[in-house]
């Protein structure tokens, strides 16, 4: 008979020479099992997908519920489906008051997107300033906003009109101007091997921002969902964006994103034409229902709450002199190698011992460390005791 592992390598699409191949036959809390019983600490949380970890009850409870009830009935904005609204309506009330409507997507990608767009038909102007090294999607309005110009020339042409800047560089905001619909960024650069901003950076671009007619868009698609020790990463540079792109840890472990806005920047989607933007599958009921059941345990459970004594723990559990720099924010960490040789040896001997770790699309001399918050400190101590071992090892 030919083996699952077989059958991914010949029917399904590649997206590299060197696939993980771990297979996974069930899951559970933060740990993957395998089909030989082999099991693994997920601590990469399915990239920052299962932030309250894989399975957990009250979300496998609310799908239920909900698969008794209904499931796709229409496309997305025509009927009144109560998980899109209850969501919807939580969502606003954990958000700053200038946030005033929810358009759900089926991924992150799309959440960018349509922000282009609302943006652009908003203010009337075609130019959007990006990053260097931000990752923003595959989809091509996406890609054209990635900051690596390897990866956009494969694929050219992309969406014209389009700038990047130096993230976190106050120099570079004066090419921000009266011609800019909209800047995106990330919340803290994921890709880029976690680089987080200056609050006096963050506070500087919103300026510059207000100061030009400009649209902020956040990224908090890595970021999202208590990660950073704040629901929002946002909340940690005391700004508010005007739009912010939501996806991966909202739905508990399902396929949902979001862009939130305005009421009247979200409204350029109704008219002039009519369905502007629209969708199928987006905020499909059954990954809402997940995403209030995860919201609700992320609050109920106070796992935000938890997250700097966690990071905290992490780090001094890998003060060890062969790792160059822990970079990062709350559980969004990166631990700093020297070379990619060294990140691969290491992510390899850890998944041989039954943790996963990998590394970043912009970084590859970076470990990426993402655990679910709620990992226990007994889990931390194990994971961080395997990490060292391998680093001694191999660096
Ligand atoms: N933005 C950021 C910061 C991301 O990390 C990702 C995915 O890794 C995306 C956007 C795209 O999300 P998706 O893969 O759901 O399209």
Same mark, same amino acid.
């Given at each position: 008979?030919?083996?699952?592992?077989?059958?991914?390598?010949?029917?399904?699409?590649?997206t %590299?020479? %060197? /696939?993980?191949?771990?297979e996974?036959?069930?899951?559970?809390?933060?740990?993957?099992?395998?089909?030989?019983?082999?099991?693994?600490?997920?601590?990469?949380?399915?990239f920052?997908?299962?932030?309250?970890?894989?399975?957990?009850?009250?979300?496998?409870?609310? @799908?239920?519920d909900?698969?008794?009830?209904?499931?796709?009935?229409t496309?997305?904005?025509?009927?009144?489906?109560?998980?899109?609204?209850?969501?919807?309506?939580?969502?606003?009330?954990?958000?700053?008051?200038?946030f005033?409507?929810?358009?759900?997507?089926?991924?992150?990608?799309?959440?960018v997107?349509?922000?282009?767009?609302i943006?652009?038909?908003?203010?009337?102007?075609?130019?959007?300033?990006?990053?260097?090294k931000?990752?923003?999607?595959?989809?091509?309005?996406?890609?054209?906003?990635?900051?690596?110009?390897?990866?956009?020339?494969?694929?050219?042409?992309?969406?014209?009109?389009?700038?990047?800047?130096?993230?976190?560089?106050?120099a570079?905001?004066n090419?921000?101007?009266?011609e800019?619909?909209a800047?995106?960024?990330?919340?803290?650069q994921?890709?880029?091997?976690?680089?987080?901003?200056?609050?006096?950076?963050?506070?500087?671009?919103?300026k510059?921002?207000?100061?030009?007619?400009?649209?902020?868009?956040?990224d908090?698609?890595q970021?999202?969902?208590?990660?950073?020790?704040?629901?929002?990463?946002?909340?940690h540079?005391?700004?508010? /964006?005007?739009?912010?792109?939501?996806?991966k840890?909202?739905?508990?472990?399902?396929?949902?994103?979001?862009f939130?806005?305005?009421?009247?920047?979200?409204?350029v @989607?109704?008219?002039?034409?009519?369905?502007?933007? @629209?969708?199928?599958?987006?905020?499909?009921?059954v990954?809402?229902?997940?995403?209030?059941a995860?919201?609700?345990?992320?609050?109920?459970?106070?796992?935000?709450?938890?997250?700097?004594?966690?990071?905290?723990?992490?780090?001094?559990?890998l003060?060890?002199?062969?790792?160059?720099?822990?970079?990062g924010?709350?559980?969004m960490?990166?631990?700093?190698l020297?070379?990619?040789?060294?990140?691969?040896?290491?992510?390899n001997y850890?998944?041989?011992q039954?943790?996963?770790?990998?590394?970043y699309?912009?970084?590859?001399?970076?470990?990426?460390?993402?655990?679910?918050?709620?990992? %226990?400190?007994?889990?931390?101590?194990?994971?961080?005791?395997?990490?060292r071992?391998?680093?001694?090892?191999?660096?």
């Open positions: 008979m030919i083996s699952n592992r077989e059958l991914f390598l010949k029917n399904t699409a590649q %590299s020479e %060197s /696939p993980r191949l771990i996974v036959e069930r899951a559970e809390g933060i740990y993957l099992y395998g089909p030989n019983g082999k099991s693994y600490m997920d601590l990469v949380s399915g920052n997908v299962s932030n309250i970890g894989h399975r957990h009850p009250r979300v496998l409870a609310a @799908i239920q909900q698969l008794d009830k209904f499931m796709h009935v496309v997305y904005g025509e009927f009144v489906q109560a998980p899109q609204v209850q969501l919807a309506t939580e969502l606003l009330a954990v958000l700053p008051d200038s005033g409507s929810v358009y759900f997507t089926n991924s992150g990608a799309e959440a997107e349509g922000s282009m767009k943006a652009k038909k908003f203010t009337g102007r075609r130019q959007l300033i990006a990053a260097k931000a990752y923003h999607g595959s989809t091509q309005g996406a890609l054209s906003l990635i900051g690596d110009e390897a990866y956009r020339e494969a694929y050219a042409p992309l969406l014209p009109e389009i700038k990047f800047i130096d993230y976190n560089e106050m570079d905001l090419q921000i101007n009266t800019t619909a800047v995106i960024v990330e919340a803290i994921g890709e880029a091997g976690v680089r987080v901003p200056e609050k006096a950076y963050m506070q500087a671009l919103r510059r921002c207000d100061e030009t007619g400009t649209l902020l868009i956040f908090e698609i970021t999202g969902f208590g990660r950073t020790g704040k629901l929002f990463a946002f909340e540079y005391d700004i508010v /964006p005007d739009i912010l792109m939501l996806a840890g909202i739905g508990g472990g399902m396929p949902l994103g979001a939130v806005a305005r009421k009247e920047v979200m409204d @989607i109704k008219a002039n034409p009519m369905l502007g933007h @629209i969708t199928t599958f987006g905020g499909h009921p990954s809402c229902a997940a995403a209030r995860s919201l609700a345990v992320i609050q109920e459970e106070q796992l935000v709450e938890q997250v700097a004594a966690k990071a905290a723990l992490f780090r001094a559990e003060d060890i002199s062969q790792i160059q720099e822990i970079r924010l709350g559980l960490m990166c631990l700093q020297e070379n990619f040789d060294q990140v691969y040896a290491v992510s850890c998944a041989e039954g943790l996963i770790i990998d590394w699309l912009h970084c590859e001399t970076a470990l990426r460390i993402a655990p679910p918050l709620t990992i %226990s400190e007994e889990e931390i101590k194990t994971a961080c005791k395997i990490i071992e391998a680093i001694v090892k191999f660096c």
